[in-house]
């Protein structure tokens, strides 16, 4: 019988992330395409594949946006996998990065720049300031690893030639260009080497006097913050912004994407650091007008449909994509930030934020925290960009005093330049979303409404200030008003593309490494200080997503989540049972008294809390060969971390003791260590909370297969993800390992299994709910349902209430007509496993709660336990979720 009406087509089903390198390339990926297939997945989501600079291993430094990365397969393995997938059904969602390319010499464009400076014929590609150095005309290559003298000095800056590049400059082994103008005066041959000699002091005055007339000025990396003059990505001075606000260069950046689908190569494209980009609405419009101009040409094999367009964006608490943009929704960092908080007990808030203040001395809110992170960041690592943006205000302002406009003393008299940095520092400081959306016309209501935040805030810190009476000022020059002259749209602009890195790099490459009260709310896309959400709350924004989104992606890993999504689920236990929890770190802690980590309690709670997270399953602590690899990785995240935090060490001036320290602590848990029991302990403690964990983390994944949205599945994590912050993130991956546990499943031993339910008792081996084997049958089931059912997940959404039962740990809801979904939420800690190695939880939780199922005349059948349940009587929940805390009913 079958389960749902209909199989006909549906659009998009759900997607896998891959991360595609010179260790596995697209004609890999082909490789592996029947096991994708197999899967469910109906579009491979691939990362970036224009040509990258060299060893790129993530593809988002690129040098050549016109053609496929020979390292990754070329673009001939691009056709073959395009082609095999289409056989298989399947289409392609490409990842593209219009708002950055690499600094790099294999970069034509940016070489070209250096050469010939402004008069380049690329130079408008890309977002350089050319009067803000000094001489103005040249740009800032801060690229040195010390001093420019010292690296003049050493020989670190040399004068080469070869017979590929011709005379030219090398520094650190980077090649720079000679600008053409300054080629006459060299001379030639040896000679002209040995008068440029570094190793004498009139061979270091030639080549001094050499570099100053190149059209780029060569400096230590630590420059950059206060004098780049030019937009980066956040702040890696290796990626300069490009204008693709301009038509010829948006042109120049889209032809390969454009292109490929046009030829049915692609089905549709994920735009990276949208909020980057100068007029983000803009944007959209324009590329999906090109796609859409483009789309009666796709040959008649391509996929059908509109073309899919999602863009990576973070969401605040509240936020939403409106009507202005043409996209079909973001890459999903928000749906992993609500089904974390869903699986929060937010009364364990309380307890574990006090445990925190005490042992980090500080008993400051999340917000706080993030507040001064943002202040630092202003001070110390984007001080350039916050004085071009006061620059830029104060132009405004000289304007507006020279037409007679009056400012904030009623008087066409200029502000002076120390208040109104403070004035716009505060703003910057509460601004509540990563950025405003002033284009074309002033404030929408949502942008009045999320500066209306900011300048609430402003307000609040400007008693004493000295700044207030600038604030509405502030507000109009900002997009109160619509900008309309050139001077106007650059602060606009300005603002606009400042305020999305300093809300990244403050929160989480700072905070999320400071702010430790539990870190599995320390995520992309989640606030820390939104410890929990109810199940009204998360039903809400489904809704939500159901009306604006349906084609937006769900998203709980990705290349640059902080922690793995079942390192996440399991942390998430910690917030039922806090006591428990605190009570035992406690004991560690103390643990750690009297040597040189011990002057760090806070960092030392938050390594403990990253050991129990991410501890892999079936680890032992007494197996020493078994824990080198873990706490390896364990290590880098050590150092990172406390670089990230900027408190302890830092990547500017790095702490080599400090970090020497905090490793040492690592260490010392180790077998034959002096803190080797506290480790036993750890995993006692993790072995004690697994049930819930795994439980949480099946949760999970059924709510993002099964919620408004189209599911992403990050490459690997269809098993378990314990996975820490990147590189740790993108390490490789086992498929063929996955395939044949699908494969295995599929078949099951002998033939019998394959015809028991997955929520069957004693249906799996107790092992295999740990190695994430029944996760991936989950993922394998639910994705099949979606492609029976493609109209009960292009339906709506609709909340279900229980009778009943305890208050707030039951989440129900419906898809369209055919499908339910009913899970437990915040009820991970009381779970056991069973006899047969089943995590369960015993009927008694639910206090005779039920749940009235919609109308359906020939019933509905649970797909994990192939049981059928009538529409009346109302079921009880205890028998709904027998044995398992999770049930997907589809329509007879």
């Not at 297939?37 to 060893?55: D, E, F, I, K, W």
């Not at 994407?257 to 994920?270: F, H, M, N, Q, V």
């Not at 943009?325 to 999903?332: I, L, P, R």
């Not at 959404?797 to 339910?820: C, E, H, K, M, N």
Request: hydrophobic share 45%; with cysteine.
């Amino acid at each position: 019988m079958s389960l749902c009406p209909g199989t006909r087509a549906a659009g998009p089903r759900a997607t896998l992330r891959l991360q595609l390198h010179a260790g596995y390339t697209l004609d890999d990926v082909r490789g592996d395409l029947p096991y994708f297939s197999r899967l469910g997945v109906s579009h491979l989501y691939l990362s970036p594949v224009s040509q990258a600079r060299r060893a790129s291993t993530h593809g988002y430094d690129v040098v050549d946006h016109g053609r496929v990365d020979a390292a990754r397969g070329g673009e001939e393995a691009l056709r073959r996998l395009a082609g095999a997938a289409r056989r298989a059904g399947m289409g392609i969602l490409l990842d593209i990065v219009p708002n950055h390319m690499a600094a790099d010499p294999d970069n034509a464009w940016w070489w070209d720049v250096l050469a010939r400076g402004r008069e380049s014929a690329w130079a408008a590609c890309f977002d350089i300031d050319w009067d803000a150095s000094s001489p103005p005309g040249r740009i800032l290559a801060p690229f040195l690893a010390r001093p420019y003298a010292d690296a003049l000095r050493r020989g670190d800056i040399r004068l080469v030639r070869t017979a590929n590049l011709g005379p030219h400059i090398v520094a650190h082994e980077i090649p720079y260009p000679l600008a053409p103008a300054s080629l006459a005066a060299l001379g030639e041959g040896d000679a002209m080497l040995a008068a440029h000699d570094p190793a004498r002091a009139e061979g270091r005055a030639r080549l001094h006097d050499l570099l100053e007339r190149q059209h780029y000025r060569l400096a230590d990396w630590r420059c950059a913050a206060r004098h780049i003059n030019w937009r980066r990505f956040f702040e890696v001075s290796g990626l300069i912004g490009v204008r693709v606000e301009c038509p010829r260069v948006f042109d120049l950046v889209h032809d390969l994407p454009l292109r490929l689908y046009a030829e049915g190569i692609i089905d549709g494209l994920r735009i990276d650091h949208v909020d980057g980009l100068a007029w983000p609405l803009a944007y959209c419009r324009r590329l999906r007008a090109a796609l859409e101009a483009l789309r009666p040409s796709r040959p008649s094999s391509a996929l059908a449909g509109p073309p899919w367009v999602v863009v990576e964006k973070i969401l605040a608490p509240g936020e939403s994509l409106d009507d202005r943009w043409a996209a079909d929704g973001t890459t999903g960092y928000d749906f992993a930030g609500d089904v974390g908080a869903l699986q929060h007990d937010g009364r364990g808030e309380s307890p574990l934020f006090a445990a925190w203040a005490r042992l980090a001395g500080d008993g400051r809110p999340a917000r706080a925290w993030r507040l001064e992170a943002r202040q630092e960041m202003l001070d110390r690592h984007f001080i350039a960009e916050r004085n071009a943006l006061l620059d830029a205000l104060l132009r405004r302002a000289r304007a507006d005093a020279a037409a007679g406009v009056r400012g904030p003393l009623d008087t066409p008299r200029v502000p002076e330049r120390l208040p109104v940095g403070r004035a716009l520092d505060a703003l910057l400081r509460h601004f509540p979303t990563y950025r405003s959306y002033v284009e074309e016309g002033p404030r929408t209501a949502a942008d009045r409404f999320w500066f209306g935040q900011a300048l609430e805030g402003a307000r609040a810190d400007a008693d004493g200030g000295g700044y207030a009476a600038l604030l509405p000022l502030l507000d109009r020059w900002l997009g109160g008003a619509a900008p309309v002259s050139a001077n106007e749209r650059r602060a606009v602009r300005a603002f606009q593309q400042l305020t999305p890195p300093l809300a990244a790099k403050s929160l989480e490459d700072t905070v999320f490494y400071r702010y430790g009260c539990l870190l599995s709310r320390n995520e992309v896309g989640s606030d820390p200080a939104v410890f929990a959400l109810t199940p009204d709350a998360f039903h809400a924004a489904n809704v939500a997503r159901a009306a604006r989104t349906p084609r937006g992606l769900l998203a709980t890993a990705t290349h640059d989540h902080k922690r793995g999504e079942d390192a996440r689920a399991r942390l998430a236990v910690l917030s039922e049972i806090p006591g428990e929890w605190l009570e035992a770190c406690g004991t560690w802690l103390d643990e750690g008294a009297g040597d040189a980590a011990s002057a760090v309690p806070a960092f030392r709670y938050m390594l403990l809390q990253t050991l129990a997270g991410g501890w892999p399953p079936g680890l032992s602590a007494t197996d020493a060969a078994g824990l080198r690899p873990y706490f390896d990785r364990v290590a880098a995240w050590v150092v990172k971390a406390l670089r990230e935090g900027k408190q302890l060490s830092g990547w500017f001036d790095p702490d080599p003791a400090q970090e020497e320290a905090c490793l040492a602590y690592l260490e010392s848990m180790a077998p034959g260590g002096s803190r080797h029991d506290l480790l036993t302990r750890i995993e006692d403690f993790v072995r004690r909370i697994e049930p819930g964990a795994i439980a949480n983390g099946l949760i999970q994944a059924a709510l993002r297969l099964t919620c408004p949205g189209i599911p992403d599945l990050y490459q690997g994590t269809e098993f378990r993800d314990f996975s820490l912050v990147d590189p740790d993130n993108r390490r490789p991956v086992d498929f063929a390992a996955r395939s044949g546990a699908l494969r295995n499943y599929e078949e099951g031993r002998g033939g019998a299994a394959a015809h028991r339910p997955l929520f069957d008792s004693g249906r799996w081996p107790a092992h295999a709910w740990a190695d994430g084997r029944v996760k991936q049958a989950l993922v394998a089931e639910l994705l099949g349902l979606r492609r029976r059912c493609p109209e009960a997940f292009e339906g709506g959404y609709r909340p279900l209430a229980p009778i009943g039962g305890p208050p707030g740990r039951l989440l129900a809801f419906g898809r369209g007509d055919s499908v339910l979904v009913i899970a437990g939420v915040k009820c991970a800690a009381p779970m056991r496993f069973d006899a047969t190695g089943m995590p369960s939880l015993g009927p008694a939780y639910w206090e005779g709660a039920a749940l009235s199922l919609p109308a359906a005349p020939d019933g509905w059948r649970d797909v994990l336990r192939g049981r059928r349940w009538p529409e009346t009587p109302p079921p009880r929940v205890a028998e709904l979720l027998a044995g398992f805390p999770l049930a997907v009913l589809c329509r007879e």
